[in-house]
């Protein structure tokens, strides 16, 4: 555990703050593939700096035969998918946990498309072989979609033929896999939902075209959440007007806890009066990347929560429900595990110390009730940095009631 532990700020008052945030993870992460395939030649608009994406640039350089995936759901889903199209053999492996992190149904389905894959620890996990084959490759492939999106994603982003995938499970986070059809459309690509559980794609990169990366959704909800804990109000700047990330369901989960939403010349507003509103009942299955979020406006809610959908946390950076359920209950709430999520309840909160577990959303679950809860600290906050750099510094100015560090000018690359 490392030794350094941030003493989490506490709310001063109401809040009165404009946040301006990063590219998305997700639509990075797609954008940094799509060039890849089209060998290099697709600029890129406002692409996200992070732990997670500088992992991907590396992964994605041409003739890479050792791929450090880190924690990244995108990079060990993604270039796996990448690497059974191509000719070479490509090794992969990553953090501690990540050797935990699901992934056999995808590479079972590459294996389909004739690649040969090579285990080298614990069968179905990291590390891992992939030797691809220059096709041709088979039409059709059955998939099991249950514990992740991204093994859909990954087949459709990679495929450089046309390739109808039959899914064999639910998927969980819709949203993403409409962002990756959407990205890959406008690049071309035929890409068609052509029932329930078939999806198709014509493979060629047809239009290479610029893409545009917004801020990232998902890590906005700590921000706007501060605007209940505290009152007062957060706006996060830039917000799309039309968009597939998970994010945007904050426009309608955050008023089931009260606050009121609206956008003005400048973005997404979050007002709240602070700090008390009823327990929710709420789906996750299509944005379970918001739940530690919810989790924690849940804790400080004044009926019981339900967390529905998100039995495919036990897959993310760490076991999300367990996680969620210990961190819980550290500081006097309760929580309890089901199958597909968690009910947590009102308790008598008290300052914690809060584990990160190398988690970039525990870690913000932390702060959100530090600002309730004065006297809590969090171990390993930097590990924000998988998708936010600067996370500190920018909860910061938000509590000082400026603006967040600038972003001059969306850099081109
Ligand atoms: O494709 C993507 O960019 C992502 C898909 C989702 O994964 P799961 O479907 O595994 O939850 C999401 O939770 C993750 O943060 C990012
Ligand atoms: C699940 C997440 O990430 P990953 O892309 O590593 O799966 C997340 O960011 O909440």
Redesign the pocket.
């Known amino acids: 555990m490392p030794a350094e532990w941030w003493n989490a700020p506490t709310c001063k008052g109401p809040l009165n703050a404009t946040v301006t945030l990063p590219g998305s993870?997700?639509e990075t992460?797609r954008a940094l593939v799509l060039r890849a395939r089209a060998g290099g030649n697709i600029p890129i608009l406002g692409a996200l700096k992070s732990r997670?994406t500088e992992l991907a640039r590396r992964a994605l350089i041409p003739g890479t035969s050792s791929v450090d995936c880190g924690?990244?759901?995108?990079v060990m889903r993604f270039v796996p998918a990448l690497a059974a199209f191509n000719t070479a053999t490509t090794r992969f492996d990553g953090d501690p946990h990540a050797r935990k992190?699901p992934i056999a149904p995808l590479l079972d389905a590459l294996e389909r498309l004739g690649a040969k894959v090579r285990y080298m620890g614990v069968p179905g996990f990291l590390p891992f072989e992939i030797t691809g084959h220059g096709g041709p490759y088979p039409a059709e492939v059955e998939l099991d979609s249950s514990q992740?999106s991204?093994y859909l994603s990954a087949l459709l982003l990679a495929s450089p033929a046309p390739l109808r995938i039959h899914l064999t499970g639910r998927v969980p986070s819709v949203p993403h896999i409409r962002m990756t059809a959407h990205m890959l459309q406008s690049q071309g690509v035929d890409v068609q939902q052509l029932d329930e559980r078939t999806w198709f794609t014509s493979g060629a990169l047809t239009h290479p075209s610029p893409i545009r990366i917004d801020p990232d959704l998902?890590n906005a909800g700590p921000f706007l959440a501060a605007a209940l804990v505290c009152g007062g109000n957060v706006t996060v700047a830039n917000w799309p007007e039309s968009t597939y990330q998970a994010g945007d369901a904050w426009r309608w989960i955050l008023p089931m806890f009260g606050a009121e939403v609206s956008f003005t010349d400048v973005g997404l507003r979050v007002t709240h009066s602070g700090g008390r509103w009823p327990g929710i009942d709420i789906d996750l299955g299509d944005v379970?990347?918001l739940a530690p979020t919810v989790a924690a406006l849940a804790v400080l809610g004044e009926s019981e929560s339900r967390l529905r959908g998100i039995g495919h946390l036990r897959g993310?950076?760490t076991d999300r429900l367990a996680a969620l359920a210990t961190e819980i209950s550290r500081c006097g709430g309760t929580c309890r595990v089901v199958e597909d999520g968690l009910v947590i309840s009102p308790g008598r909160l008290h300052p914690a110390d809060f584990i990160a577990y190398d988690d970039?959303?525990m870690a913000t679950f932390g702060a959100i009730l530090g600002l309730a809860l004065p006297g809590s600290r969090i171990n390993n906050i930097e590990t924000t940095a998988?998708?936010l750099p600067d996370f500190v510094a920018r909860w910061d100015a938000m509590l000082r009631g400026g603006r967040s560090p600038k972003i001059a000018e969306l850099s081109v690359e």
């Open positions: 993870k997700s992460a997670d924690l990244a759901g995108t992190r992740s991204q998902s379970g990347e993310h950076e970039h959303r998988k998708t």
